[in-house]
């Protein structure tokens, strides 16, 4: 972990291209150290996972094209942060001082007297080439290259530049007609070799491969941004430095592949989810671990926040409940929210877990139970199976005349433990210790992966991550009528029965159920479902 200092400071930090897989390690230990994040459009959302829960996280979305907040304030913003001690992370696509505007902070920085320190990244000038198979140097075809940015084409010296061998062209997108029309006019050949790389280093990568004299025609009506533009004979050894099946291109016509193509191609891989693009739904906040298992074992991850979690809309109930657990038998909590919020609660009073001492406590789940012994506290019983109906069928004592005290979600939760613990003779007080909405977006990555149809699987560890995601599609696509359409070829994974349920009602079907209904179990049968696929 990267030492923090007690003085404010700014780290002017490059982000890859991309995938966390390709941040420097530096990087990520200033981003787990960061105290106020300052981050652009094209840094991919699950960077920002990687920043402590308490860190502020401020997006300024520089992106061309779209509204963005100018640089005069985000050179305040910098200026203020350190200003107040904070240890601020100005986190840029790529590389900071590649196209990165790094030169406006760091004299406004200067200016103020605030410490500030620049950290490389891999800049996709150089990495996009690379992930596509490209050399940028060759001992005949390309003893240079150039980089430049076709953000203002007007403004550049075509004949000088269509003189280099190779030309690796920055955001040039949106100015295609006008960059091909440059090069053949000042000299270059209609048969060179031409590349477009979109949203390189990550799982919707895609690569079109041409001739200047037909790639506009090959990419007529597409979006092509964010995207890196290689021009010269060097894309021509694409073809073999590419797996075998992968290699079979020819360059007189434009060919798209995508890194999970790639994988799906090499002869042999000792890893089980390699090539799989797995879309991980998860609550706001959430731990990544279950997203690290899944990279650890080959996929692709993208991770879509279903689900937010914050307090209930009023604390009275839970309060009074516990100014009187001397007065219950049992506590039921039946996942980390209702965990953390009770004992968030509890402690806020000015008590502590010796209250507990003559109250017996009932969890469920694995995770749950772990969750409960970071209070220093051991369950009294957990079922066997990790699912509320199992609780009821295994209670390890006669519940009749028994009080049991219930904090749980504030709505939307289910009935049936509250019934059938009734049924059994004890009084059930809920509370509500948490509630549960849908976020109001969706991340650009998980927008792009599901409107590109590049998502292999999509995970669901609870029935309401798979409403919510119902409704944050529903927005996105408001052509789709039906959910099952949008998700026709995607594996629907479930931790459970009561998960698959849901997905029967909203999707028409479940593809891979967990035998375990843990993330344990649900990696198991990824990998069980992928080995038979």
Not at 47 to 76: A, F
Not at 463 to 488: G, H, M, W, Y
Request: proline fraction near 5%; charge should be negative.
């Amino acid at each position: 972990m990267t030492k923090i200092k007690e003085r404010g400071k700014v780290y002017l930090v490059g982000a890859g291209p991309g995938d966390v897989a390709y941040l420097t390690v530096k990087a990520y230990n200033l981003l787990a150290a960061a105290q106020v994040l300052v981050y652009d459009a094209l840094v991919d959302a699950q960077l920002l996972q990687c920043v402590p829960p308490n860190c502020l996280k401020l997006d300024v979305g520089k992106r061309g094209g779209k509204p963005s907040t100018t640089q005069g304030e985000i050179n305040k913003l910098l200026v203020k942060y350190c200003q107040e001690r904070k240890q601020v992370v100005r986190l840029k696509s790529g590389d900071p001082l590649i196209f990165g505007r790094c030169t406006s902070e760091i004299e406004a920085l200067k200016a103020s007297g605030c410490d500030f320190e620049l950290v490389p990244g891999i800049s996709s000038a150089l990495a996009a080439p690379l992930l596509a198979g490209i050399p940028l140097t060759d001992p005949v075809l390309s003893r240079c290259f150039a980089v430049l940015t076709a953000h203002e084409p007007e403004v550049l010296d075509w004949e000088a530049l269509s003189r280099l061998e190779t030309l690796v062209i920055l955001m040039g997108g949106q100015h295609m007609s006008e960059i091909v029309h440059q090069l053949v006019r000042n000299g270059r050949s209609h048969l060179t070799p031409i590349a477009i790389i979109r949203w390189a280093g990550t799982p919707n990568q895609q690569i079109w491969i041409a001739q200047l004299g037909n790639i506009l025609e090959q990419t007529t009506g597409l979006s092509l941004s964010p995207a890196v533009i290689v021009v010269g004979e060097v894309v021509g050894l694409n073809k073999y430095l590419q797996p075998e099946k992968i290699g079979c291109q020819d360059s007189t016509t434009a060919k798209t592949f995508s890194p999970s193509a790639m994988s799906n191609n090499f002869p042999l891989s000792p890893l089980p989810l390699t090539g799989k693009i797995i879309l991980v739904t998860r609550s706001v906040g959430q731990s990544s671990t279950f997203s690290d298992r899944l990279i650890a074992l080959g996929a692709s991850v993208i991770e879509m926040p279903t689900l937010e979690i914050g307090p209930p809309s009023s604390w009275v109930a839970l309060d009074d409940a516990i100014a009187h657990l001397s007065d219950f038998d049992w506590l039921i909590l039946t996942s980390t929210n209702a965990i953390d919020y009770f004992f968030e609660r509890l402690i806020a009073q000015g008590k502590d877990t010796r209250i507990l001492a003559g109250v017996k406590i009932a969890v469920v789940g694995e995770k749950t139970a772990h969750s409960l012994k970071q209070y220093s506290l051991q369950a009294d019983f957990i079922p066997p199976n990790f699912v509320a109906d199992s609780l009821v069928e295994n209670f390890p004592e006669e519940l009749d005349g028994k009080k049991v005290l219930f904090p749980r979600v504030e709505s939307g939760g289910r009935e049936v433990l509250v019934k059938e613990l009734t049924l059994k003779g004890a009084k059930v007080i809920e509370v509500a210790a948490y509630q549960s909405c849908c976020p109001s977006g969706v991340p650009p990555a998980a927008e792009l992966a599901l409107q590109n149809c590049k998502v292999n699987v999509i995970t669901f560890a609870s029935s309401k991550t798979v409403q919510f995601f119902c409704q944050l599609t529903d927005k996105i696509f408001s052509n789709n009528s039906d959910a099952s359409e949008l998700l026709e070829g995607v594996c629907i994974a479930s931790i459970g029965p009561q998960t698959s349920k849901t997905c029967h009602a909203l999707f028409g079907r479940v593809d891979v159920e967990a035998q375990e209904y843990t993330l344990d179990g649900l990696t198991q049968a990824l990998i069980t479902w992928a080995t038979n696929s």
